[in-house]
């Protein structure tokens, strides 16, 4: 991350088989203080927003989401982050307003600040299973964006 105004949106094929895998964005400072913007399996295909704050983890936003082909954005405006996703062509919000100082290197610690990826995982499970990114794209400017 570059920028206190930024856009970052990734388009994926997904289609989790067990709830340990999981793909989507993640904004990482470090393994303690991050977000992970994913796509899981929780008894149905969710999409979630978690938050990892001093290595304690918290849920902010779940829901339901056909499985297969999606897209993801996040808007940051200043400290202010907002997370998108489409799997119709219409942007759904999962949530807004979210504080992202827990990114920021006087809360964090370090020195490189903080990251925006692609992110796939099955959690230290065995999985033959795989994450299809089309394109990833980040861009900054002030107010140009829209939701």
């Not at 704050?53 to 940051?76: I, R, T």
Request: net charge negative.
């Amino acid at each position: 991350q570059q920028h206190m105004h930024f856009m970052a949106e990734t388009s994926m094929d997904f289609t989790p088989e067990s709830a340990n895998e999981c793909a989507g964005l993640v904004l990482l400072q470090n393994d303690n203080f991050h977000f992970r913007f994913i796509v899981t399996f929780e008894n149905e295909h969710v999409i979630r927003l978690v938050k990892r704050s001093h290595g304690q983890e918290e849920l902010l936003a779940s829901q339901p989401l056909s499985a297969g082909h999606c897209v993801l954005k996040v808007l940051a405006h200043e400290q202010n982050y907002n997370f998108y996703f489409s799997t119709d062509g219409m942007w759904h919000a999962l949530a807004e307003n979210i504080d992202g100082r827990i990114l920021s290197t006087p809360v964090a610690g370090g020195f490189v600040g903080a990251y925006i990826a692609m992110y796939a995982s099955s959690n230290g499970q065995p999985s033959t299973n795989h994450a299809d990114f089309d394109w990833f794209e980040y861009s900054s400017g002030v107010n140009q964006f829209t939701d």
